[in-house]
T-cell receptor, first 112, second 113 residues
Framework: QQPVQSPQAVILREGEDAVINCSSSKALYSVHWYRQKHGEAPVFLMILLKGGEQKGHDKISASFNEKKQQSSLYLTASQLSYSGTYFCGTEMVGTSGSRLTFGEGTQLTVNP | KAGVTQTPRYLIKTRGQQVTLSCSPISGHRSVSWYQQTPGQGLQFLFEYFSETQRNKGNFPGRFSGRQFSNSRSEMNVSTLELGDSALYLC????????????FGSGTRLTVV
């Protein structure tokens, strides 16, 4: 079951904040966040394991609400380098091995 | 530390042909997953291998197959190519799989004509 991401696209000015949401109808074991720039491979940002974890580095952080099966990615004081497509990927409870299911992506554009 | 290496970077094949793509994971990573990326379908899971065993398989026809070798290198094969198989094929490696982050390779861009 593919997770649902919102919004599909967002345009920011440098320095503004953004929130990207990811929700699933299935019980989740973990949520991953990746950023992909045009013509490049997706790059791992962070993983949140079930249990209400919050993580972050630099000005990018994320949270995981296990009860709601939702995760949010927070980008604060955005920089031009934050532009790209953000994907959440989910691993479901009960999965043997690893099977990451990705959302459709959120296209983030940061303008000067 | 070398990243995930995929070869070749680009391929052009004719309908009906078959193709083999290669992936060398990060040293020490035992889980290798394959994804197909297209503008219309996004990132679709193909399969995951761990210690030479396929642990998970996505919803792709049997024309798509893969394997993993004892050194964790992996190959995927697509037989009887169709136009709709044109896509970017991404390989990702992870230390153990479940609960670990993935490092993606740059991908192989396959065009079927």
């Amino acid at each position: 079951q593919q997770p649902v991401q919102s919004p599909q696209a967002v345009i920011l000015r440098e320095g503004e904040d953004a929130v990207i949401n990811c929700s699933s109808s299935k019980a989740l074991y973990s949520v991953h966040w990746y950023r992909q720039k045009h013509g490049e491979a997706p790059v791992f940002l962070m993983i949140l394991l079930k249990g209400g974890e919050q993580k972050g580095h630099d000005k990018i952080s994320a949270s995981f609400n296990e009860k709601k099966q939702q995760s949010s990615l927070y980008l604060t004081a955005s920089q031009l380098s934050y532009s790209g497509t953000y994907f959440c990927g989910t691993e479901m409870v009960g999965t043997s091995g690893s099977r990451l299911t990705f959302g459709e992506g959120t296209q983030l554009t940061v303008n000067p | 530390k070398a990243g995930v290496t995929q070869t070749p970077r680009y391929l052009i094949k004719t309908r009906g042909q078959q193709v083999t793509l290669s992936c060398s994971p990060i040293s020490g990573h035992r889980s290798v997953s394959w994804y197909q990326q297209t503008p219309g379908q996004g990132l679709q899971f193909l399969f995951e291998y761990f210690s030479e065993t396929q642990r998970n398989k996505g919803n792709f026809p049997g024309r798509f197959s893969g394997r993993q070798f004892s050194n964790s290198r992996s190959e995927m094969n697509v037989s009887t190519l169709e136009l709709g198989d044109s896509a970017l094929y991404l390989c990702a490696s992870s230390l153990l799989g479940l609960g670990n982050g993935y490092t993606f390779g740059s991908g192989t861009r396959l065009t079927v004509v």
